[in-house]
């Protein structure tokens, strides 16, 4: 069974943010369609990509559809198969940096100085962190293929 590619679309205005995200979305999908997944994961994603192409691209709601649509699809890649795009453990181990770590230390350095106002450090800080182990993450799933 084979895994079905999006359409090229040449009437997505060029420079747009949704132009860009269509072409990553093509290259992604092309990249996935080079490799061997299981037929379960094929039936997956196929009805979803019907749904991509059958969007007209008129409207903000087709926008939105295909969003969501490649969302899905990239989720569907990630527990499925363990495929990940650039930067994915980077985006979400910065937000769980910020939510943990950041709160956390935030507000330990906010109580030490007597001043909450100062919890944006903790913040900033645990976003760092959490960017760095995601990027060492992100390294780490680059190198495995």
């Known amino acids: 069974m084979e895994i079905l590619l999006p359409i090229p679309r040449t009437h997505i205005k060029e420079g747009t943010t949704l132009h860009k995200k269509y072409q990553d979305f093509m290259v992604i999908m ?9 037929d379960e994961v094929i039936s997956k994603i196929n009805p979803l990509m019907e749904a991509i192409n059958a ?7 087709a926008e ?19 495929l990940v795009v650039k ?5 979400s181990m910065a937000l769980y940096g910020f939510s943990v770590y950041g709160l956390l230390l935030g507000v330990v350095i906010g ?9 944006v450090f903790g ?4 976003v760092a962190i959490g960017g760095y182990v995601g990027r060492a993450k992100d390294e780490k799933a680059k190198k495995e293929g």
């Open 30 to 38: 092309q990249d996935v369609s080079e490799r061997k997944l299981p």
């Open 55 to 61: 969007i007209s691209f008129e409207n903000k709601l």
């Open 64 to 82: 939105k559809q295909f969003l969501s649509s490649k969302q899905k699809v990239e989720k569907i890649l990630v527990d499925d198969c363990g």
């Open 87 to 91: 930067g994915y453990y980077q985006r």
């Open 111 to 119: 109580s030490a100085l007597h001043n909450m106002s100062y919890m």
């Open 123 to 126: 913040l900033l800080l645990g």
